[in-house]
Nanobody, 124 residues
Framework: QVQLEESGGGLVQAGGSLRLSCAASGRTFNMYTTAWFRQAPGKEREFVAA????????NYADSVKGRFTISRDIFTRRLYLQMSSLKPEDTAAYYC?????????????????WGQGTQVTVSS
């Protein structure tokens, strides 16, 4: 099993930037794909971005394309989400996830390890 722990959330004004980090531990050799999801109050959890752990290929939700950048450091086993030009609608709890299969899928049910989440609040 892979353990994931997010950090870096907080309160930021609209137009600002924030970088989230996710530390991976445990059976990290099982990580083929890692991703960020988010869940706003009263809404379903939604896909944000994914990256292949080995090759670095990426996939983004249309709502964050051009504003967010997902990256990973395979040596420190950390996943990052650089968020820029933040909007109030980006306010949500952000979760990192990993799966032991290839494919930059947006479907959360395919991910088998999850962190506890970190809150991002964007004020207008």
């Amino acid at each position: 099993q892979v353990q994931l722990e997010e950090s870096g959330g907080g309160l930021v004004q609209a137009g600002g930037s924030l970088r989230l980090s996710c530390a991976a531990s445990g059976r990290t050799f099982n990580m083929y794909t890692t991703a960020w999801f988010r869940q706003a109050p009263g809404k379903e959890r939604e896909f944000v971005a994914a990256i292949s752990w080995g090759g670095g290929s990426t996939n983004y939700a249309d709502s964050v394309k051009g504003r967010f950048t997902i990256s990973r450091d395979i040596f420190t086993r950390r996943l990052y989400l650089q968020m820029s030009s933040l909007k109030p609608e980006d306010t949500a709890a952000y979760y990192c996830a990993s799966k032991s299969s290839a494919g930059l899928t947006t479907i959360q049910a395919t991910y088998d390890s999850w962190g506890q989440g970190t809150q991002v609040t964007v004020s207008s």
